[in-house]
């Protein structure tokens, strides 16, 4: 834990006079909405919540006790309502005749959709026994760090009574599930003043009368342990500091060389996306004496471990003498060896019924001096482990200043990670979208075709750093598509596609916020229009300078992640059917567009080797969200072909006799991006709704 002091307390967040007035469902969300608001008490997922409740029967009238108890998958700081599972008590104390013993516990579960109240269609979790029978009508269970750092010391009783006296009673390690609620209840009832329990490895049950009672419980006995643990710490924590911390910005520059190597030896199966953390309590433990041998022990709590896997990987880095090439050099040998020691494992404890070995790569990468990277399937996974493991570093620094900090068994590890049920939850898990894992980086991002690519990249699953020159435009694109996706798959830069050093820093923050690059969506744009004798050389230049020069420098930055990575990319130049058929009153345009499809075509077969893609899209018309159409250029063309209503004017010139929007566009975009194309590069889609000028030959 990071030393703590009287601002770090919990604060006790309990309004009465807004739960007042609350059904007793609805203060059991509010309760568990105050408690998974700090992560000091609980992580994202972690941890439950429940209140056993008084509700009239739909059958029989009657009136009947039932449990309200956090659902399967469920997150506690951002519930709702229809986050919880419903369950009869009636049924769920008749389990306790069906109970084979903990050889047959897990065949428990399958009994709980039987105990539902009213058709709730919310799965009941492997936690529902373990709040069924505490004999109290508020129960919470959390994963407090500081409660963690006492019950993962060697001593953790002993302990635990020096800290809570007879308040709170202390269990052995049991994995969650049937048998660990039976011993609950026997607690319980032999401690029938006890305020809660600490479980060994695991975390903290407490409960009460009132949904305020259970709360207040929880937040005084988490702030004593942080008192104590406070007064306990004293000098250097982890052994004190081995290599020193690097300046900031050298952190960042480390880390985004390395998180696109890591990416690419680890994503044949399946693309990972990546996360870098280098806060304060990341970096006392990654620069101190103590990181191999700790990080060797893995973590402790169950919630920790399935997010973290069995141990990290420590990364060969000195910060005292910086060699990162000799570091990178190393990777493919540091990754094979985690791999066949991931593996070791899987062979040592694997039982007779064990799902399939899975992923054999680490989660967890930890960069002396530098910081921690995590790489999952999906953004907010990769973040999310990462905060994961920052609970078992702050769990891991409390236990080592006052005991010895106790990893959970190897055996038992495995039997959680491998563990059926959460086999099967796995298996129920909704198939990946075709984009999942994937990375997009989109100039004009801000604009009308820009955001609509963003919008369909995204809605299949994929990252997205938009670039624009516009800060304001990009800030309004930003909020709208982080509002619909979420913030963890999003981010903007402010950038000139002819800037080279802005264009550079731009692709190393991607790397640094993601992890590396899978789609170059080049869309930055301008439109002029002029007669031959009225184009000024400051005209042509900014014509070339952007549509030309500025798709070669982020495509050059593109092919070199890409070839960093080792794993294949893509790339859709956004061009115009300009670049194909002459228009009157603009050759800067006009020329600038075909030189940017010959460049494609010649990064065509500069990348097909390295199985890069590079294709083009050739819009025509699309005036509706596009910037470029505003002002001037829109004039300037309606009056080249003498027309008031130039949409209609361009609808009636195409084939089609259609309108071509930016969602047309975008579609065509995402086709070159996605793996539809796989078997196509340096070609060109026309949307354009028919040209015969611009038919490819």
Request: aromatic letters at 8%.
């Amino acid at each position: 834990m990071a030393r703590e002091n009287d601002g770090a307390r919990l604060a006790n967040l309990w309004d009465e006079a807004k739960a007042a007035g609350m059904s007793e469902p609805e203060r059991l969300l509010y309760r568990s909405n105050l408690l998974g608001s700090d992560k000091r008490i609980t992580n994202y997922g972690g941890g439950n919540t429940s209140a056993k409740v008084i509700e009239r029967d739909p059958l029989t009238g009657g009136d009947v006790e039932v449990l309200w108890v956090k659902g399967s998958g469920g997150d506690v700081g951002t519930i709702k309502l229809d986050g919880f599972a419903t369950l009869y008590m009636e049924k769920l104390e008749a389990l306790k005749r069906l109970y084979r013993g903990l050889a047959y516990e897990d065949e428990m579960v399958g009994y709980l959709p039987h105990c539902t109240f009213n058709l709730n269609p919310r799965a009941a979790s492997i936690d529902t026994p373990l709040h069924a029978f505490v004999p109290k009508k508020h129960v919470d269970h959390m994963h407090p760090d500081a409660i963690i750092a006492i019950a993962a010391s060697q001593n953790s009783r002993e302990l635990t009574q020096k800290i809570f006296g007879d308040e709170i009673g202390w269990l052995p390690w049991k994995r969650p599930g049937f048998e660990l609620g039976l011993w609950l209840e026997k607690f319980c009832r032999e401690n029938p003043n006890a305020r809660g329990v600490i479980l060994e490895s695991h975390g903290l049950f407490t409960w009460g009368d009132t949904a305020r009672e259970a709360y207040e419980t929880t937040v005084e006995i988490i702030n004593r342990a942080i008192a104590w643990l406070e007064g306990e710490i004293e000098g250097d924590v982890f052994g004190g500091a081995k290599v020193p911390t690097l300046p900031a910005a050298e952190r960042r520059t480390v880390a985004r060389k390395l998180m696109p190597v890591i990416r690419g030896l680890i994503s044949a199966d399946e693309r990972k996306l990546g996360h870098f953390d280098d806060s304060d309590a990341v970096l006392e433990f990654v620069s101190s004496q103590q990181l191999e041998a700790l990080a060797a022990l893995g973590t402790s709590c169950p919630d920790h471990f399935l997010r973290t896997k069995i141990r990290p990987l420590v990364v060969d880095f000195d910060p005292a003498k910086p060699d990162v090439e000799a570091t990178l050099a190393g990777l493919p040998a540091a990754l094979e060896a985690y791999r066949q020691d991931y593996t070791a494992y899987y062979t040592r404890c694997r039982r007779d019924n064990s799902p399939d070995m899975r992923d054999p790569n680490a989660v967890v990468y930890l960069v002396p001096g530098v910081g921690m990277i995590t790489f999952a399937k999906d953004k907010a996974t990769a973040r999310i482990s990462g905060e994961f493991y920052v609970n078992a570093i702050n769990v891991m620094r409390g236990a080592s200043s006052v005991s010895t900090y106790v990893g959970l068994a190897e055996q038992e590890a495995f039997d959680i990670e491998y563990w059926l049920l959460e086999e099967a939850k796995l298996q129920r898990m909704p198939k990946a979208k075709p984009l999942a894992g994937r990375i997009a980086f989109i100039t004009g991002g801000a604009g009308g075709i820009g955001k609509a690519t963003a919008h369909r990249l995204l809605s299949e699953g994929a990252c997205v750093m938009i670039a624009d020159i516009d800060r304001a435009a990009l800030d309004t694109a930003e909020a709208e598509l982080a509002s619909r996706y979420g913030k963890d798959v999003v981010r903007a830069v402010a950038m000139n596609v002819t800037d080279e050093a802005l264009v550079i820093e731009s692709f190393e923050k991607t790397l640094s916020e993601f992890g590396g690059l899978d789609i170059l969506v080049s869309n930055a744009g301008l439109a002029s229009s002029a007669a031959i004798e009225d184009t000024s050389l400051d005209l042509w230049n900014r014509n070339i300078s952007i549509l030309a020069t500025g798709y070669f420098l982020v495509a050059r930055e593109a092919f070199r992640v890409f070839r960093t990575q080792k794993a294949g990319g893509n790339i859709v130049f956004v061009a115009s059917k300009n670049g194909l058929a002459a228009s009157p009153g603009a050759s800067a345009y006009c020329t600038a567009k075909a030189a940017e499809i010959h460049l494609a075509r010649c990064l065509a077969l500069e990348g097909a080797s390295a199985q890069i893609r590079v294709n083009t899209v050739n819009p025509d018309a699309v005036l509706r969200g596009s910037k470029i159409w505003s002002g001037e250029w829109k004039e300037q063309r309606a009056a080249a072909y003498k027309t008031d209503d130039l949409e209609a004017h361009y609808r009636e010139r195409s084939m089609l006799k259609l309108s071509v929007f930016p969602e047309d566009i975008a579609e065509a975009i995402y086709f070159l991006a996605s793996d539809m194309s796989a078997k196509s590069t340096g070609n060109i889609i026309n949307v354009d709704a028919g040209n015969q000028q611009s038919f490819t030959r």
